[in-house]
């Protein structure tokens, strides 16, 4: 079964600071790598995903991650963030056999102003 | 062309009563999830809806849930005899083919058990 692991389940970091948000996942095979953001009342939605291809990966908001087969990890980065950061991230992972899509416990990023 | 839709938005209901949420997935989408959300916690799985295969139920946390998905469509979450670990933000979620898609989810039902 795969897994994944946040291990930051919460982050305070004051504007303009580097972000990196941990994700390793275990699975052996080949994984689609997810990274989804909810800021405070709203819903869930796609920050950025991996499927194939270049592994650094770009999403929105300037947020980008990097998949690291070798090291079952796909971390989220950003090099300044600002208060509107401020959210819960999930990082997920599915398999390519169009299985179900498991979440990390999630990290709390509070950036103040 | 709206999004995931659940309902109702929140549910107050009492110890040991049954509760019945609903799911509206974007239309033409084949997977369809539950999860749970607790205070603190993270996503919890629940279960996963793929076209007309078995659903993986082995999300649910024991025999008080169930769910169903008719037609390949809308999806009742039901919980009986509710406890108040059972309080949680309940969220739906569906993608075009299942897990090798992006998953887009609803807003979520807030279920309070008093």
């Known amino acids: 079964a795969q897994s994944v692991s946040q291990h930051n389940h919460h982050v305070i970091l004051s504007e303009a600071a580097s972000l990196e948000l941990g994700c390793n996942y275990s699975?052996?095979?080949?994984?689609?790598l997810f990274w989804y953001v909810q800021y405070p009342g709203q819903h869930l939605q796609l920050l950025l995903k991996?499927?194939?291809?270049?592994?650094l990966v770009k999403g929105i908001k300037g947020f980008e991650a990097e998949f690291i087969k070798s090291k079952f990890s796909f971390n989220l980065r950003k090099p300044s963030v600002q208060w509107s950061d401020t959210a819960e991230y999930f990082c997920?992972?599915?398999?390519?056999?169009?299985?179900?899509?498991?979440f990390g416990g999630g990290t709390r990023l509070m950036v103040k102003p | 062309g709206a999004g995931v839709s659940q309902s109702p938005s929140n549910k107050v209901t009492e110890k040991g009563k049954d509760v019945e949420l609903r799911c509206d997935p974007i239309?033409?989408?084949?997977?369809l999830y539950w999860y749970r959300q607790s205070l603190g916690q993270g996503l919890e799985f629940l279960i996963y809806?793929?076209?007309?295969?078995?659903?993986?139920k082995s999300g649910l946390p024991s025999d008080r849930f169930s769910a169903e998905r008719t037609g390949g469509s809308v999806s009742t979450l039901t919980i009986q005899r509710t406890q108040q670990e059972d309080s949680a933000v309940y969220l739906c979620?569906?993608?075009?083919?299942?897990?090798?898609?992006?998953?887009?989810f609803g807003q979520g039902t807030r279920l309070t058990v008093v």
């Open positions: 979620a569906s993608s075009p083919t299942g897990g090798n898609t992006e998953a887009f």
């Open positions: 699975y052996g095979g080949t994984v689609n």
């Open positions: 991996y499927f194939s291809g270049d592994p």
């Open positions: 997920a992972v599915s398999n390519n056999a169009g299985n179900m899509l498991t």
């Open positions: 239309s033409g989408h084949t997977a």
């Open positions: 809806f793929q076209g007309n295969s078995a659903p993986d």
